[in-house]
């Protein structure tokens, strides 16, 4: 929606979380009058930044029902009674996304998906920044759409939440995907086929819809996507046209249909699921027309994340991993299928309503004992405790103590949660350092 449109609106910002403060610098740059909503008390410099600003201290439905925009941070669900009153009255509900949409001119690559986005959007910035294009990396990643609109900007890579895409309409790519869809955020949806249409809403308008072929749900169908081109990746399925990866003589080649691209056996990224990652990076890449050796050279230095399948320490022969990001079971399925030697495991925090059964299959393979904390502990353990010894501990630095006294030398200690952090820490981020720091304590 462009700024011209919310002049002589009533416009309400609704979450004063860092996408709401985003919101509120871009209406006040733009001379749009608004109000805000948001049930924490600002701090007295946060209140002088809202100038004059009306302030509603609750979600109180007639105020919301009474303003003709509704500015949505993505941390506030659409469901809320005082947004579906709203929205029943006639009220338009938006995001900062859709904002950002109206305001860009440049190229778009926008990602989404349960588990990857991250890694598959930095590893395209970080290939991008080997070429004449002056990428900016923004969204669900790294600072807020709105703050990163910029006149030297030659393409946006942006990493979207379903949060975001519930209320993104006019959104307009030139190449977009959805990774893939596990279960995940399943107190916020009806179901897994409900997440996953508001995943697909990213193929809107966009011009190259990239899939995967060996995950049904991120394919765009008519109601999804007016794309000119659907391609496809795959590391599962062979279909001819497909990106997708071949094993040769113990090393992965990454091909387009017969046509081999890129060798992957040097990427610095472990596992099967890396390799998809790769075949996306290089398939959303491929409107932009980056040349093959830049591609190769890129794919080989990039490192990865923090607090994504991250190497923090190998001490007696034992490896310990850092992967604070997987917070659904799909993530902490692919990181342990990922590593190279026995697990243990350490899981834990707020489960989403997560099934942890799941995760049955990959913990009798490949998991030798359980370590479990946070609020949702003892829902795992039930789901898995026939599978590998168990215990429970209350603080991160006890987990990595007792992960050291079943490890021996050829084992892997992997934190990988399948759970949200906000029980104990205060983001994943968070959780992860804690991890690092309790796991240099032990090598000290």
């Known amino acids: 929606m462009k700024p011209e449109l919310l002049q002589n609106k009533k416009v309400l910002v609704v979450g004063l979380g860092v996408t709401g403060w985003s919101v509120v610098r871009y209406l006040q740059a733009n001379n749009i009058p608004f109000a805000v909503a948001d049930e924490k008390a600002p701090s007295s410099d946060e209140a002088r930044a809202l100038g004059d600003a009306v302030l509603y201290a609750q979600f109180d439905k007639t105020v919301f029902a009474a303003v003709d925009v509704i500015v949505l941070s993505p941390g506030v669900p659409r469901s809320h009674p005082a947004l579906s009153a709203a929205i029943d009255n006639g009220v338009k509900v938006i995001g900062d996304i859709e904002l950002f949409a109206s305001a860009v001119t440049k190229p778009v690559i926008a990602v989404t998906g349960s588990n990857g986005k991250s890694t598959v959007v930095s590893w395209i910035a970080h290939i991008l920044a080997q070429t004449e294009f002056n990428a900016v990396l923004c969204g669900n990643i790294g600072q807020p759409a709105l703050d990163s609109i910029s006149d030297v900007a030659d393409v946006y890579v942006l990493e979207l939440s379903s949060y975001q895409l519930e209320s993104t309409e006019s959104l307009a790519p030139l190449a977009a995907s959805v990774l893939n869809i596990s279960d995940d955020h399943m107190d916020r949806y009806n179901s897994l086929d409900h997440y996953a249409q508001t995943k697909r809403h990213i193929y809107n308008n966009c011009?190259?819809?990239i899939a995967n072929?060996?995950?049904?749900?991120?394919w765009p169908d008519s109601n999804d996507v007016s794309a000119n081109e659907v391609t496809y990746f795959a590391i599962d399925t062979?279909?001819?046209n497909d990106y997708r990866c071949i094993e040769r003589d113990s090393e992965y080649l990454l091909v387009k249909g017969n046509t081999e691209l890129l060798e992957l056996s040097s990427s610095r990224l472990p596992g099967r699921h890396n390799r998809a990652n790769a075949l996306a990076t290089v398939a959303l890449l491929a409107p932009l027309g980056i040349k093959?050796?830049?591609l190769q050279s890129s794919i080989n230095t990039f490192a990865g994340l923090?607090?994504?399948?991250e190497l923090v320490a190998k001490i007696d022969h034992v490896l310990w991993y850092n992967d604070s990001k997987g917070t659904n079971i799909d993530a902490c399925e692919k990181a342990i299928e990922a590593m190279p030697g026995p697990v243990i495991l350490i899981a834990g925090g707020l489960g989403k309503g997560a099934d942890f059964s799941a995760l049955r299959d990959?913990?009798?393979?490949?998991?030798?004992?359980?370590v479990l904390i946070g609020r949702d502990r003892q829902l795992i353990a039930d789901a898995l405790n026939d599978l590998a010894?168990?215990?429970f501990c209350d603080s991160m630095n006890d987990a990595v103590q007792a992960a050291n006294e079943i490890a021996v030398a050829g084992d892997a200690v992997l934190m990988s949660p399948a759970c949200a952090s906000f029980d104990m820490f205060d983001n994943f981020e968070q959780r992860g350092i804690r991890f690092c720091e309790a796991v240099q304590e032990l090598a000290a």
């Open 238 to 240: 062979n279909a001819e």
């Open 207 to 209: 011009e190259y819809a």
């Open 362 to 370: 990959a913990v009798s393979k490949y998991v030798k004992a359980l």
């Open 306 to 309: 923090p607090h994504r399948t």
């Open 389 to 391: 010894s168990v215990r």
């Open 213 to 218: 072929r060996d995950d049904a749900r991120t």
């Open 292 to 294: 093959q050796h830049v």
